[in-house]
């Protein structure tokens, strides 16, 4: 009996891993045909290395790091040779120095130090003369692009610094970062509810059903970032901790927000106004919540559960084509009546961010 018992665990383990090592090859075959399908299909006018696109070519230089793709390397390089490796003008805007996290990861695969000129010049140029005014300088209130004055800039812009900090080993690019990401945080991190406003525009917004305004993209945003800055971010670096703690604030309120389909919504409270998936949010949040699972930092099996069930629910969102749909236009606020034909490159470069992970978790 003990050894019918025995053999019965280990049939039935065999069984499991083979049924998860079935899913994770059709999940491969599907996150290939959707990365090909938007590199088909780039059909916005945005320049190649508009934050728009950088988002993208994130997610797809993440895959190519995992899978070893040649056909997407060849596309990334494409880009930044056509590009010049060099990123759009404004010095001090994050959404234009997005571009350099692709253009690192490259440098570390090929290590053309070309690749990394701009970036490397741009971030020394910022440090040597930083801005200092508040986040709000307009009458009107309009918010400060020239500091990291909206919650999106937390993705774009801190993790090239701890990129390049890596590389280069000056803990000064991390200092630095450290220092501009708290007077983000303190002005748009709501403690109660554990979310970032969008903007100084926002702050205290209220939907017109009576909860307060959080847009998911936004959280989507800083929620992703985070993963990346506790990647790259040295434990022993006295920002480590406080980028930890936000993240693991962040993760209950953002599995609180999870419907029941797997998906979230471009309002976080609120998706009985919102009743769509929204799959940029969606895609970065399946992403933080399985770097999470991968690093053994959420430990427990809910966080496990609810990545994967996320993901389940972005698969559900692409059509014959393999084009990821129900993803909000550019915006900066909750936005209602979305369709499966919605489809933009930085909900794509989400999703990929998110399969890749998803393709490293045990299941």
């Known amino acids: 009996m003990k050894r019918i018992c025995i053999f019965l665990i280990i049939s039935i383990s065999t069984l499991n891993s083979f049924a998860s090592n079935k899913s994770k090859k059709l999940d491969k075959a599907l996150i290939d045909k959707v990365a090909n399908w938007q590199i088909t299909h780039l059909?916005?006018?945005?320049?190649?290395?508009h934050w728009t696109r950088a988002a993208l070519y994130r997610g797809m230089v993440e895959w190519a790091e995992y899978t070893g793709s040649k056909p997407i390397y060849n596309f990334l390089l494409q880009v930044g040779e056509g590009c010049s490796w060099d990123l759009l003008p404004r010095v001090y805007d994050a959404d234009d120095l997005c571009m350099s996290q692709t253009y690192i990861k490259l440098y570390e695969k090929y290590r053309n130090p070309k690749m990394i000129e701009k970036p490397?010049?741009?971030?020394?140029?910022?440090?040597?003369?930083?801005?200092?005014?508040?986040?709000?300088?307009?009458?009107?209130?309009?918010?400060?692009?020239?500091?990291?004055?909206?919650?999106?800039?937390?993705f774009m812009a801190p993790p090239v610094y701890a990129q390049l900090a890596k590389i280069k080993n000056e803990p000064v690019l991390l200092d630095y970062a450290f220092s501009e990401y708290k007077v983000t945080a303190n002005a748009l991190y709501n403690p109660d509810e554990k979310l970032f406003?969008?903007?100084?525009?926002?702050?205290g917004?209220?939907?017109?059903?009576?909860?307060?305004?959080?847009?998911?993209?936004?959280?989507?945003?800083?929620?992703?970032?985070?993963?990346?800055?506790?990647?790259?971010?040295?434990?022993?670096?006295?920002s480590y901790n406080y980028y930890l703690n936000l993240y693991q604030q962040m993760t209950e309120s953002i599995l609180a927000c999870q419907d029941k389909n797997g998906s979230w919504h471009t309002s976080m409270l609120d998706a009985e106004s919102y009743p769509e998936p929204e799959n940029s949010a969606s895609g970065f949040f399946v992403y933080g919540m399985a770097w999470g699972v991968n690093q053994s930092i959420?430990?427990?099996?809910?966080?496990?559960?609810?990545?994967?069930?996320?993901?389940?629910?972005l698969k559900n969102c692409i059509n014959a084509d393999c084009k990821?749909?129900?993803?909000?236009?550019?915006?900066?606020?909750?936005?209602?009546?979305?369709?499966?034909?919605?489809?933009?490159?930085?909900?794509?470069?989400?999703?990929?961010?998110?399969?890749?992970?998803?393709?490293?978790?045990?299941?």
């Open 43 to 49: 059909t916005d006018t945005f320049p190649n290395n």
């Open 120 to 154: 490397v010049h741009r971030v020394y140029s910022v440090m040597a003369n930083p801005m200092t005014m508040g986040l709000n300088v307009a009458p009107e209130g309009k918010y400060n692009r020239d500091r990291w004055g909206w919650c999106d800039a937390l």
């Open 197 to 203: 406003y969008r903007d100084l525009r926002w702050v």
């Open 205 to 238: 917004m209220v939907e017109p059903s009576g909860k307060k305004l959080f847009w998911g993209r936004g959280n989507g945003w800083v929620y992703a970032g985070l993963a990346l800055m506790l990647e790259f971010v040295p434990k022993d670096h006295v």
């Open 298 to 313: 959420l430990k427990e099996e809910k966080y496990k559960a609810a990545a994967t069930k996320g993901w389940e629910a």
């Open 324 to 363: 990821l749909g129900y993803i909000q236009p550019i915006g900066h606020a909750p936005f209602k009546n979305l369709t499966a034909e919605m489809s933009s490159t930085y909900g794509v470069g989400a999703f990929l961010l998110a399969g890749t992970e998803m393709c490293r978790m045990k299941r």
